[in-house]
């Protein structure tokens, strides 16, 4: 079972930067993938960045390539998502999820419905 807390969330204007940390606890396996996903308000959930927790090899959505950057930790339990240039359509609440994949599976294009286990969200607002 693994069990995942998201922070960092908060408001910014546009052009700003935000930092969300995705600490991960409980029975972690070398073929965990944590990925990131955003939902706005009457919008459909929308995968940002994953990362495959046994080599750390990343995936990112077109729309945030260049801008958003996933890592982990030295202890790989804490995966976070740095988010520059943030822009107003990217308000939204953030949560890291979790599911156990090959390396090519990492990846948030498979869907949201693919991650088993979720954290709670972080709001991120962006102003202009």
């Known amino acids: 079972q693994v069990q995942l807390v998201e922070s960092g969330g908060g408001s910014v204007q546009i052009g700003g930067a935000l930092r969300l940390s995705c600490v991960v606890s409980?029975?972690?396996?070398?073929?965990?993938?944590v990925g990131w996903f955003r939902q706005a308000p009457g919008k459909e959930r929308e995968g940002v960045a994953a990362i495959y927790h046994a080599d750390g090899s990343t995936y990112y959505a077109d729309s945030v390539k260049g801008r958003f950057t996933i890592s982990q930790d030295n202890t790989k339990n804490t995966v976070w998502l740095q988010m520059n240039g943030l822009k107003p359509e990217e308000t939204s609440v953030y949560y890291c999820?979790?599911?156990?994949?090959?390396?090519?599976?990492?990846?948030?294009?498979?869907?949201?419905?693919?991650?088993?286990?979720w954290g709670q969200g972080t709001q991120v607002t962006v102003s202009s």
């Open positions: 999820a979790a599911m156990s994949t090959f390396r090519e599976g990492c990846t948030v294009v498979v869907g949201a419905m693919r991650f088993l286990y």
């Open positions: 409980g029975y972690i396996l070398s073929s965990t993938c």
